[in-house]
């Protein structure tokens, strides 16, 4: 917990509906940065070519997000880099000149806060890259380098094969800083602030942090409120959030958990109802007061692409989204997604993002719509805390609520069930289906529904 014993986080986050853009994939708005050589839009991806995707792309594109219901956006890594994924920095006080410079990010970020929109940008602070000025000159001077104490070696000169030096998971060109050492805490900080101070970011989204000492986050996070208290930090953590979310170090992290539960249940089938219910309900407990700032996604630029995932499926897309839509935590959209860009694992999940409407996925991006807009009009689906009204077989039915807004939402990934009674929790008389328009009539508090269909998913609201 935070000094004062309670937990916080900034209050946009709860009401925030992110979308995920890979920077190089997403639009070519200023082709007089073009890398060169240059791939043709829409060819297929490798780990080494670029495709001309840049900040003033995103800016073109404002218009588009916001129309789909958006209104944040986390940028995998912008800063001086020599790959097309960029987690390996040269320079982390400029922008990539391929992708634009600091005014362009200043004109995004200003557009941005003008449209009542939040930017994150993704801090890679665990390693850097090869053309990072101190590691070049470890490089050439070996154990007389001012900077030797930046990294970690276990003798000079500096080689990749063997490899001698300490790196992001055995990658030669992603050498690990020394934490340990001051002058890093002391840079990655001055990072940190320069860009919250200097263009007005709103927050850090941080790489593999759990490879950091924990007690360095609690000072990034002191530095990170001090310039903004409603600054948002999410890590990117797989597995136990525990430590990070306490209150003293992220407001939360990317919610791999939730998407694991939820697959087990809506795909893989290896949770029924009930079992979901209790997944749900124990990873909600874990998380406590941050389970609203939590980052929820079902795929990212590290998993394979949702719609490949479920094989096009429009029954099991429809509970995956209704649930992240309806749930605790700051839904995340990966860019294409929407309209149903498929992808397997990296780098195929890294395709660009088709502009020619033609080859959309209509039906599903309506859904992306339909959704993202009932929980943007809805409290309930934003600010409750879900509680169970039933589980049966495939079937998990539960009711959200905040003030006078109320939601239940009925899942069922398996067969068809009918004649079934779902108990409200609530003395409304009339729900309305906000996939179908069908209205029910509550007698004694249940709704008795004729039929709930297979692969389904449907989210009811009191009606006049």
């Known amino acids: 917990m935070s000094e004062s014993g309670q937990y916080f986080a900034p209050d946009w986050v709860r009401d925030a509906v992110f979308y995920q853009i890979f920077p190089d994939r997403f639009c070519n708005g200023d082709t007089a940065n073009d890398p060169q050589p240059l791939a043709a839009w829409g060819d297929v991806p490798t780990r080494e070519n670029f495709f001309g995707g840049d900040l003033a792309g995103v800016l ?35 922008v990539d000149p391929r992708l634009g410079d600091r005014d362009t990010l200043l004109a995004l970020v200003s557009e941005m806060h003008r449209r009542g929109m939040h930017l994150i940008l993704d801090g890679v602070f665990n390693h850097c890259g090869l053309g990072f000025a101190p590691f070049q000159d470890v490089l050439a001077n070996g154990e007389r380098s001012e900077y030797r104490d930046w990294f970690v070696a ?24 020394n934490h340990a050492y001051r002058p890093v805490q002391e840079f990655i900080l001055k990072v940190a602030a320069y860009w919250l101070e200097e263009v007005g970011i709103d927050g850090w989204r941080l790489d593999v942090p759990f490879k950091i000492p924990l007690p360095f986050w609690r000072e990034f996070r002191a530095t990170v409120k001090r310039i903004n208290p409603q600054a948002y930090l999410v890590g990117e953590v797989w597995r136990e959030a525990a430590p990070w979310i306490e209150g003293t170090a992220f407001d939360g992290v990317t919610n791999y958990r939730l998407r694991d539960i939820l697959f087990d249940y809506a795909l893989t089938h290896v949770l029924d109802g009930e079992d979901f219910g209790y997944e749900l309900s124990t990873l909600l407990a874990a998380h406590g007061p941050a389970a609203a700032s939590m980052l929820n996604l079902l795929d990212s630029h590290d998993t394979q692409r949702l719609f490949t995932t479920c094989k096009g499926d429009l029954g099991v897309l429809r509970i995956l989204l209704t649930a992240q839509m309806a749930l605790p935590g700051a839904p995340l959209v ?131």
């Open 60 to 94: 073109h594109q404002l218009d588009y997000l916001q129309e789909l219901g958006i209104n944040a956006i986390y940028l995998n890594p912008i800063f001086a880099a020599q790959t097309n994924h960029r987690y390996d920095t040269s320079d982390y006080f400029q």
């Open 154 to 177: 276990r003798s000079y000169p500096l080689r990749s094969d063997p490899l001698n030096f300490l790196t992001c998971g055995g990658c030669t060109y992603l050498p690990k800083l």
């Open 334 to 464: 990966y860019y294409g997604d929407e309209v149903g860009l498929p992808g397997e694992n990296d780098p195929d999940c890294r395709r660009c993002m088709p502009w020619d409407e033609a080859v959309w996925n209509q039906p599903l991006r309506r859904l992306f719509q339909q959704l993202i807009a009932l929980r943007c009009q809805h409290p309930a689906l934003r600010c409750g805390q879900p509680q169970k009204l039933a589980a049966f077989n495939g079937i998990y039915a539960y009711r959200m609520s905040a003030g006078r807004d109320e939601a239940l939402v009925v899942l069922n990934p398996r067969e068809a069930i009918a004649d079934f009674a779902l108990p409200t929790l609530s003395s409304a008389p009339r729900w309305q289906g906000a996939m179908t328009g069908v209205v029910y009539t509550s007698e004694a508090g249940t709704l008795h529904l004729p039929l709930i269909p297979a692969g389904s998913a449907e989210i009811f609201f009191p009606c006049e």
